[in-house]
């Protein structure tokens, strides 16, 4: 009987050197740990131009609602940054987390060890960071309308509208809550009620969620610049933040480079559940499609084995195998293997893409092997 439905849109640049890495990952689990799974691919962003002339296919777009989950490497490139801004490849993307309504973006900042020396935060302030930071991602200044540019009185003006619902800013607020319920049970909101109306929402809505369902959970409030602060000052009193599209695209990337490496870390896109129980998601590495070594073997493959290790936990409830994988990349990196992204990090000789994948399938199986 087959598995769940993966869905591998590789993409462009390094989208399909850092995949075939995952691939890898995910046939090692389904030979030695018994998790097949039924593993489609297809194209996206600029691939995917080349090939239907637009970023995503509506067949594409069809099989990707029907997965179980869906794997994503990256899109864009030089190559079509002359197009039109409907067809550019980022459309491609956009268009998933839309059509799928994956409202919560999960975006963890985990400082490994190994690579604790990278960041530009004292040691003392940054070892053992480990948060995630819960993005509202289909609503917000992003889609809201009316937007544009627009000629007044002589002069053109640019028009972008910050809207919120409740339910959009309940549903992001479940997750959240729920997350941290399998972490330290704290969650801070970040917005600015002291400026913005939609702010002003958030707030209350968010507080009456923990109110009436997550009492349990210990909750703090914070204006999202004095988030950006804090994050700098003393990130490691943070556990699970939850804020909006615009302020969390800003403080997931801020938070990412706390860790010393934006090239390492995974993310997923969280939707509604499915008639099957499962959640719709979409996960994919934090770093871009890195044309300027795109096709040349250097590219670091972990943040996209993570991300399969993130869709383990949250899309197949395995966490158990989850953490089973990022104790083996965690253990690549104690060994100092380093792709060239990292090798000022105290490692040794780099290594390229294949190389990295297999130290990570060596620790695997030593993994195994130890019990």
Same mark, same amino acid.
């Given at each position: 009987m087959p598995g769940?439905s993966?869905l591998i849109?590789a993409?462009?640049?390094?989208?399909?050197?850092v995949?075939?890495e995952?691939r890898?990952?995910?046939?090692?689990? &389904?030979s030695?740990r018994g998790? =097949? @799974? $039924?593993? #489609?691919?297809d194209?996206?962003?600029?691939?995917?131009i080349?090939?239907h002339?637009?970023?995503?296919?509506?067949a594409?777009?069809a099989a990707?609602a029907a997965?179980?989950?869906?794997?994503l490497?990256?899109?864009?490139?030089p190559?079509?940054d002359?197009l039109?801004?409907?067809r550019?490849?980022?459309r491609?993307?956009?268009?998933?987390r839309?059509?799928?309504d994956?409202?919560a973006?999960?975006?963890?900042a985990?400082c490994?060890?190994a690579?604790?020396e990278?960041?530009t935060l004292?040691?003392?302030?940054?070892a053992?960071?480990d948060?995630v930071?819960v993005?509202?991602?289909?609503?917000?200044?992003y889609f809201?309308?009316p937007r544009?540019?627009?000629?007044?009185?002589?002069?053109?003006?640019?028009i972008?509208?910050?809207r919120?619902s409740?339910g959009?800013? &309940?549903r992001?607020?479940?997750a =959240? @809550? $729920?997350? #941290?319920?399998?972490?330290s049970?704290r969650?801070?909101s970040?917005?600015?009620a002291?400026?913005?109306e939609?702010?002003?929402?958030?707030?209350?809505?968010v507080?009456?969620?923990?109110?009436?369902?997550f009492?349990?959970?210990?909750l703090s409030?914070?204006?999202?610049d004095?988030?950006?602060m804090?994050l700098?000052?003393?990130p490691?009193?943070?556990?699970?933040i939850?804020?909006d599209?615009l302020?969390?695209?800003?403080?997931?990337d801020?938070?990412?480079?706390?860790?010393?490496?934006i090239?390492?870390?995974p993310?997923a896109?969280?939707?509604a559940?499915?008639?099957n129980?499962r959640?719709k998601?979409?996960?994919?590495?934090?770093?871009?499609?890195?044309?300027?070594i795109?096709?040349?073997g250097?590219?670091?493959?972990l943040a996209a084995?993570?991300?399969f290790?993130m869709?383990?936990?949250?899309?197949f409830d395995?966490?158990d195998e989850?953490?089973?994988?990022?104790r083996?990349?965690?253990?690549v990196?104690a060994?100092g293997i380093?792709?060239g992204?990292?090798l000022?990090?105290?490692?040794r000789t780099?290594?390229?893409?294949a190389?990295?994948?297999?130290?990570?399938?060596a620790?695997l199986?030593a993994?195994?092997?130890?019990g």
């Amino acid at each position: 009987m087959p598995g769940p439905s993966l869905l591998i849109l590789a993409g462009d640049g390094i989208g399909p050197e850092v995949m075939a890495e995952t691939r890898r990952v995910i046939d090692w689990f &389904a030979s030695r740990r018994g998790l =097949a @799974f $039924a593993v #489609a691919e297809d194209l996206v962003g600029g691939a995917a131009i080349d090939a239907h002339g637009v970023p995503l296919a509506d067949a594409t777009m069809a099989a990707a609602a029907a997965a179980d989950a869906v794997l994503l490497g990256a899109v864009g490139g030089p190559k079509w940054d002359a197009l039109p801004f409907a067809r550019k490849p980022e459309r491609g993307l956009l268009r998933l987390r839309k059509e799928m309504d994956l409202f919560a973006n999960l975006r963890p900042a985990v400082c490994f060890a190994a690579l604790a020396e990278a960041s530009t935060l004292k040691p003392e302030v940054i070892a053992g960071l480990d948060i995630v930071i819960v993005r509202e991602l289909t609503s917000g200044v992003y889609f809201g309308t009316p937007r544009g540019i627009v000629t007044e009185g002589g002069e053109r003006v640019g028009i972008n509208t910050q809207r919120y619902s409740e339910g959009e800013i &309940a549903r992001v607020a479940r997750a =959240a @809550f $729920a997350l #941290a319920r399998q972490r330290s049970r704290r969650v801070c909101s970040m917005e600015k009620a002291n400026v913005m109306e939609s702010g002003v929402l958030w707030r209350e809505v968010v507080q009456a969620v923990h109110d009436a369902e997550f009492a349990d959970v210990a909750l703090s409030h914070m204006y999202a610049d004095a988030g950006a602060m804090q994050l700098v000052r003393a990130p490691r009193q943070f556990d699970v933040i939850v804020t909006d599209n615009l302020f969390g695209d800003i403080l997931s990337d801020l938070a990412a480079m706390l860790t010393g490496s934006i090239g390492m870390l995974p993310s997923a896109s969280l939707g509604a559940r499915m008639a099957n129980g499962r959640t719709k998601a979409l996960y994919e590495p934090v770093h871009g499609s890195a044309p300027d070594i795109a096709g040349r073997g250097l590219a670091n493959p972990l943040a996209a084995i993570l991300s399969f290790a993130m869709a383990l936990r949250y899309s197949f409830d395995r966490g158990d195998e989850a953490s089973r994988l990022e104790r083996a990349v965690e253990r690549v990196l104690a060994a100092g293997i380093r792709t060239g992204d990292l090798l000022a990090l105290g490692g040794r000789t780099p290594v390229g893409t294949a190389a990295m994948g297999d130290a990570v399938l060596a620790e695997l199986e030593a993994g195994l092997a130890a019990g």
